[in-house]
């Protein structure tokens, strides 16, 4: 494929990520970062994926024990 080429990386990781990817856009950031350690776009991207991660965690946490004070029926 493109073993080295940072960019590509990113822009398949921007791919996965535009498609609901979000497992396989994690794993393209994490390549461009062995590739080019510290590559600020990656970091960028992973941490906003990271982000992503824990907003829905808490939300699920909030869906099951309804301590948000938000009912679904």
């Known amino acids: 494929m493109f073993p080295n080429i940072v960019v ?42 990271a982000k992503w991660f824990i907003a829905l965690w808490i939300f699920k946490i909030c869906f099951r024990s309804r301590i948000c004070g938000i009912q679904f029926k």
């Open 8 to 49: 590509a990386w990113n822009e398949l990781g921007d791919v996965y990520r535009m498609k609901n990817n979000k497992e396989e856009a994690i794993k393209c950031y994490k390549q461009a970062l062995i590739v080019r350690p510290g590559n600020p776009r990656a970091t960028d991207n992973l941490e906003k994926l």
